[in-house]
């Protein structure tokens, strides 16, 4: 079992930044698979970026070149640095991990106002 813990979103006007934080309750040194999502009202959930073990990182061509995705094995925690956002950026993200399951997280609000 994994339980995940996001944090960091809030309200921000276009153009700003923001960092999401997402605390896993044991090591993922060995979880290979760890990410962001996103939805918005009347939308499926999405890849927004994912990240292995080994540092391998994969991007939404929506957010590449805004959006950076990190981990921190000692902090067990995986972050989400948010630039430039635009308000098509708004949503609930999600922080998933997968260790023989999926396991999410129960969301954090960004909202981003022109």
């Known amino acids: 079992q994994v339980q995940l813990v996001e944090s960091g979103g809030g309200l921000v006007q276009a153009g700003e930044s923001l960092r999401l934080s997402c605390a896993a309750s044991?090591?993922?040194?060995?979880?290979?698979?760890m990410g962001w999502y996103r939805q918005a009202p009347g939308k499926q959930r999405e890849l927004v970026a994912t990240?292995?073990?080994?540092?391998?990182?994969n991007y939404a061509d929506s957010v590449k070149g805004r959006f950076t995705i990190s981990r921190d094995s000692a902090k067990n925690t995986v972050y989400l640095q948010m630039n430039s956002l635009k308000p098509e950026d708004t949503a609930v993200y999600y922080c998933?991990?997968?260790?023989?399951?999926?396991?999410w997280g129960q969301g954090t609000q960004v909202t981003v106002s022109s």
């Open positions: 998933r991990a997968v260790k023989n399951l999926i396991f």
């Open positions: 990240i292995t073990s080994g540092g391998s990182t």
């Open positions: 044991r090591s993922i040194f060995s979880i290979n698979d």
